[in-house]
């Protein structure tokens, strides 16, 4: 058993983007040993094109990404689901995860973070659903891991 702590990186304006993503990876380097479980490609895909844009260090940037274990094929791959989706929230429904916002996907916290920017960073909703949603992402991750673990 394990306690989980949701540490949110948020930027509140397109201009802090670097300085958020600076901040999240002196956090990461900062861990004893982590490994960062995902599901499928977007985080390792979106977090190489940011580190390159902004020129983080190579070093550090190597250090995490060497660390980020994909779920998706682990899961996909060595088992079969009675659901139709191959998806995070696919397979987690199916495992038992609920989310707090059910009709939520990654398209809506795009829209939402770009209401909440148009907002000039003031009205917290969007920010809160956004911070919701990506928790549950992180907590369903985390659901998926622990039944691959049972499975021994």
Known sequence: SHQATFEPFFAPTFEE???VLR?????????????????????KTHLTKMTNHYGLPEEQVAWVMDRLVDLS???????AFPCYGRGL?????CLGFAWRQDDGDALMS????????????TDPEPRQKILDYNEDDC???MHV???LLAQD
């Open 139 to 141: 907590l369903a991750t």
């Open 73 to 79: 094929p682990i899961t996909t791959n060595s088992f």
């Open 23 to 43: 901040e999240f990876f002196n956090w990461a380097s900062n861990l004893d040993d982590p490994v960062f479980y995902h599901w499928h490609h977007y985080e």
């Open 110 to 121: 795009v829209v939402l973070y770009l209401e909440y920017v148009k907002s000039g960073a």
């Open 89 to 93: 929230k696919d397979i987690a429904k």
């Open 145 to 147: 891991f622990d039944w």
């Open 17 to 19: 983007e670097e300085r």
